[in-house]
């Protein structure tokens, strides 16, 4: 297929976003109308992402495709590039929007007669073609851009509900942390630009960059998109915004957004940037590390599903960021077999937690819609209420925490060779913390099994708490729909991961020219370790056959034992009372408490106890035990150094904003002296 076809296709999918979005918002009195359009127009444009995104990938087209539109002004070049790199998150976007778009038509049925929904429809179409604008700009000032209206877009999706002041304070901690992200990179780029005299991102050449530079440009960049990704300590917004906004948003938000800030690290630090230094990598690993474990435990410290969900995504970053760091090491020391299997690792587990990530927060969405809370303690016997969605979410819980045969373990399963390969491929310090976070990783992993235990047992099983999930029914069709596609792909990406595996190494080929799955000794099966290292295998589709075969033996057994068995009903033991009622069963807040423990000096538990006294000092009438954690990063980091930004602000008020026109003058004079010594020193 020739390169004009495929970016007609591809430009084609952004004219169909653009238009939806213009045609919803003129037709905002028709809550139908504008939904069709809006959604339908979503899916057609995702399609056509994914269509350009998979012919690229299969090697059907072996170069980059690019547009360039030109212009005497160098900075206003347009330039549009379809590499391998693009197109693997052309297809992340792509996909999800496309089933996101699904579960819309029946999720935002929320709303109606509630709020403009055609707004919505408008935002939710610029902001997944803002996305796919940021992953295809071919110059850095058109990534700024396109980083900027993703970013604005975003903003305004997450203040929808805008009437909440929750949502109000959501969104402002959104805005401030995205543009000081959006400072850092400007300064890294800046630096690129002064030192290669080039705004083209292929074209910029590390050679001409001094070492110190270069270091420097690399924090600059990693601080600007590590804020996007929700690296902790700049994390602060994610858990204010992904609750704030509506769920089919928050599903694009931890699904794709935050992996724009990924698209970033791997554009810029380890392609452009050429990574020299260990240490790069190092701060990659360790940032990583200690993301994926507090990620987890302030997760399990939440009760709010859609917050606690949020938490994960911090923890999942960090995965990400573990694969990323290990791959900036080996590229390093010249071990490119190494960094193209940490590469994949990382990449994989970013399509798979988009994938089972997403599907949890269409989860998350169900739940709110049926039952209008997103407390889990006031939650409980939902399976029975909601079957679908009880299964859906199971296997996404099942996925994120990495059981086999789902997709989050073959991801999880290639990071953890990747380090243990690449304990021995570099100084003794970074295998030392190579060790120590492949530790932290099966910690997560642990912590994350114990999360999501909670969540689906508070949520789904036992008996309804309040009246709102006792009169909880299954979600409509559309979002079944959606979920049920995601669901299907978290089981194929983990029982047949070659497949994705082998897209992958398009990327490899691009960054590193060298493939993995020419290294695997079966391809029909999953391996973990190249051949010529020699090490462990697995097999997930045959790991399933096994499982159904056990399962259907123990059921072969159990009917053969019971079909003769004499049933007898009793009363279970029940510390004394004859009917338990569901105040009588574990509660999130209960379950959690082990571990609220063993991390008290990082939650800092706060106690109240409230008790109305009775008729006598053994008698009360009513008695409520509040438990909460402290927010460590906001008290102790973020409350402080707002605190001094005021306080600074406020005495530079009156030296700078004295109300004179004199001194406004002096200003100008001053500046402009300035800059005249400035040019006459630099040209002389």
């Given at each position: 297929?020739?390169?004009?076809?495929?970016?007609?296709i591809?430009?084609?999918?952004?004219?169909?976003?653009?238009?939806?979005?213009?045609?919803?918002?003129?037709?905002?009195?028709?809550?139908?109308?504008?939904?069709?359009?809006?959604?339908?127009?979503?899916?057609?444009?995702?399609?056509?992402?994914?269509?350009?995104s998979?012919?690229?990938?299969?090697?059907?087209?072996?170069?980059p495709?690019?547009?360039?539109?030109?212009?005497n002004?160098?900075?206003?070049?347009?330039?549009?590039?379809?590499?391998?790199?693009?197109?693997?998150?052309?297809?992340?976007?792509?996909?999800l929007?496309?089933?996101?778009?699904?579960?819309?038509?029946?999720?935002?049925?929320?709303?109606?007669?509630?709020?403009?929904?055609?707004?919505?429809?408008?935002?939710?179409?610029?902001?997944?073609?803002?996305?796919?604008?940021?992953?295809?700009?071919?110059?850095?000032?058109?990534?700024?851009?396109?980083?900027?209206?993703?970013?604005?877009?975003?903003?305004?999706?997450?203040?929808?509900?805008?009437?909440?002041?929750?949502?109000?304070?959501?969104?402002?901690?959104?805005?401030?942390?995205?543009?000081?992200?959006?400072?850092?990179?400007?300064?890294?780029?800046?630096?690129?630009?002064?030192?290669t005299?080039?705004?083209?991102?292929?074209?910029?050449d590390?050679?001409?960059?001094?070492?110190?530079?270069?270091?420097?440009v690399?924090?600059?960049?990693?601080?600007g998109?590590?804020?996007?990704?929700?690296?902790?300590?700049?994390?602060i917004?994610?858990?204010?915004?992904?609750?704030?906004?509506?769920?089919?948003?928050?599903?694009?938000?931890?699904?794709?957004?935050?992996?724009?800030?990924?698209?970033?690290?791997?554009?810029?630090?380890?392609?452009?940037?050429?990574?020299?230094?260990?240490?790069?990598?190092?701060?990659?690993?360790v940032?990583?590390?200690?993301?994926?474990?507090?990620?987890v435990?302030f997760?399990?410290?939440?009760?709010?599903?859609?917050?606690l969900?949020?938490?994960?995504?911090?923890?999942?970053?960090?995965?990400?960021?573990?694969?990323?760091?290990?791959?900036?090491?080996?590229?390093?020391?010249g071990?490119?077999?190494?960094?193209?299997?940490s590469?994949?690792?990382?990449?994989?587990?970013t399509?798979?937690?988009?994938?089972?990530?997403?599907?949890?927060?269409?989860?998350a969405?169900?739940?709110?819609?049926?039952?209008?809370?997103?407390?889990?303690?006031?939650?409980?016997?939902?399976?029975?209420?909601?079957?679908?969605?009880a299964?859906?979410?199971?296997?996404?819980?099942?996925?994120?925490?990495?059981?086999p045969?789902?997709?989050?373990?073959?991801?999880?399963?290639?990071?953890?060779?990747?380090?243990?390969?690449?304990?021995?491929?570099?100084?003794?310090?970074?295998?030392?913390?190579?060790?120590?976070?492949?530790?932290?990783?099966?910690?997560?992993?642990a912590?994350?099994?114990?999360?999501?235990?909670?969540?689906?047992?508070?949520?789904?099983?036992?008996?309804?708490?309040?009246?709102?999930a006792?009169?909880?029914?299954?979600?409509?069709?559309?979002?079944?729909?959606?979920?049920g596609?995601?669901?299907?792909a978290?089981?194929?990406?983990?029982?047949?991961?070659?497949?994705?595996?082998?897209?992958?190494?398009?990327?490899?080929?691009?960054?590193?020219?060298?493939?993995?799955?020419?290294?695997?000794?079966?391809?029909?099966?999953?391996?973990?370790?190249?051949?010529?290292?020699?090490?462990?295998?697995?097999?997930?589709?045959?790991?399933?056959?096994?499982?159904?075969?056990?399962?259907?033996?123990?059921?072969?057994?159990?009917?053969l034992t019971?079909?003769?068995?004499?049933?007898?009903?009793?009363?279970?033991?029940?510390?004394g009372?004859?009917?338990?009622?569901?105040?009588?069963?574990?509660?999130?807040?209960?379950?959690?408490?082990?571990?609220?423990?063993?991390?008290?000096?990082?939650?800092?538990?706060?106690?109240?106890?409230?008790?109305?006294?009775?008729?006598?000092?053994?008698?009360?009438?009513?008695?409520?035990?509040?438990?909460?954690?402290?927010?460590?990063?906001?008290?102790?980091?973020?409350?402080?150094l707002?605190?001094?930004?005021?306080?600074?602000?406020?005495?530079?008020?009156?030296?700078?904003?004295?109300?004179?026109?004199?001194?406004?003058?002096?200003?100008?004079?001053?500046?402009?002296?300035l800059?005249?010594?400035?040019?006459a020193?630099?040209?002389?």
């Amino acid at each position: 297929m020739p390169d004009s076809a495929v970016l007609y296709i591809f430009f084609t999918g952004l004219f169909i976003f653009f238009t939806g979005a213009i045609i919803s918002l003129l037709l905002h009195s028709g809550f139908r109308i504008s939904t069709l359009i809006s959604y339908t127009s979503a899916i057609v444009a995702s399609a056509c992402g994914i269509f350009v995104s998979l012919l690229k990938l299969s090697n059907f087209l072996d170069h980059p495709v690019s547009f360039e539109l030109t212009t005497n002004i160098e900075f206003l070049k347009l330039s549009f590039v379809i590499d391998n790199l693009s197109a693997f998150f052309i297809l992340l976007i792509s996909f999800l929007t496309l089933v996101v778009s699904i579960y819309s038509f029946g999720y935002v049925k929320h709303y109606e007669n509630k709020r403009n929904t055609a707004l919505l429809g408008a935002l939710y179409n610029l902001f997944a073609a803002s996305m796919l604008l940021v992953v295809t700009s071919g110059q850095i000032f058109l990534f700024l851009i396109s980083w900027e209206i993703m970013s604005l877009v975003s903003y305004f999706l997450v203040v929808y509900e805008n009437d909440n002041k929750e949502v109000q304070k959501a969104g402002l901690i959104y805005i401030i942390m995205t543009h000081i992200g959006t400072a850092f990179i400007t300064a890294g780029f800046v630096l690129l630009y002064k030192f290669t005299g080039q705004t083209v991102i292929n074209m910029i050449d590390p050679a001409l960059i001094p070492d110190s530079t270069k270091s420097m440009v690399f924090i600059l960049l990693f601080v600007g998109f590590g804020t996007k990704a929700g690296i902790i300590p700049l994390h602060i917004w994610l858990p204010y915004a992904h609750p704030a906004a509506p769920s089919n948003v928050s599903a694009l938000m931890s699904g794709v957004l935050i992996k724009t800030a990924i698209y970033g690290i791997v554009r810029f630090v380890l392609e452009t940037l050429s990574p020299e230094f260990h240490w790069w990598g190092i701060v990659i690993l360790v940032i990583g590390a200690i993301s994926t474990v507090l990620g987890v435990a302030f997760a399990l410290m939440e009760h709010n599903i859609k917050r606690l969900l949020a938490y994960h995504s911090i923890e999942n970053i960090g995965i990400i960021l573990m694969g990323v760091g290990l791959c900036v090491i080996a590229t390093a020391s010249g071990n490119y077999t190494l960094a193209a299997l940490s590469l994949t690792a990382a990449l994989f587990h970013t399509f798979n937690h988009s994938v089972f990530k997403g599907l949890l927060f269409l989860g998350a969405g169900s739940i709110h819609f049926a039952t209008g809370t997103k407390d889990i303690e006031k939650l409980g016997g939902l399976i029975k209420k909601m079957p679908y969605t009880a299964i859906f979410f199971l296997i996404a819980s099942l996925s994120i925490c990495a059981i086999p045969p789902f997709n989050g373990f073959v991801s999880e399963w290639l990071t953890y060779q990747a380090m243990f390969l690449g304990i021995n491929s570099g100084s003794t310090i970074s295998n030392l913390i190579i060790l120590i976070s492949a530790a932290l990783l099966a910690l997560a992993g642990a912590l994350a099994a114990y999360c999501f235990v909670k969540v689906f047992g508070v949520s789904f099983l036992a008996l309804p708490r309040t009246q709102h999930a006792a009169d909880a029914v299954e979600v409509n069709r559309p979002m079944l729909a959606g979920m049920g596609v995601l669901t299907t792909a978290c089981i194929f990406l983990g029982v047949l991961p070659s497949f994705f595996v082998k897209l992958l190494d398009a990327v490899n080929l691009q960054l590193f020219d060298t493939a993995i799955t020419g290294n695997i000794s079966s391809f029909s099966s999953f391996i973990s370790y190249p051949l010529k290292a020699g090490g462990a295998s697995i097999f997930p589709a045959g790991l399933l056959l096994i499982a159904l075969l056990l399962f259907s033996i123990l059921a072969f057994i159990i009917i053969l034992t019971t079909s003769k068995t004499k049933i007898r009903k009793y009363g279970t033991w029940d510390c004394g009372y004859k009917n338990p009622d569901s105040g009588m069963q574990y509660s999130a807040t209960g379950f959690s408490k082990p571990a609220r423990i063993v991390f008290r000096s990082i939650f800092r538990p706060q106690r109240e106890l409230k008790v109305e006294d009775g008729i006598g000092p053994y008698f009360v009438k009513a008695a409520k035990y509040n438990v909460s954690t402290l927010s460590v990063f906001e008290k102790y980091f973020y409350n402080p150094l707002i605190k001094k930004v005021i306080n600074f602000a406020r005495k530079a008020r009156f030296t700078i904003q004295t109300g004179s026109i004199h001194t406004y003058l002096l200003y100008i004079f001053v500046t402009i002296l300035l800059m005249f010594v400035y040019y006459a020193v630099s040209y002389r």
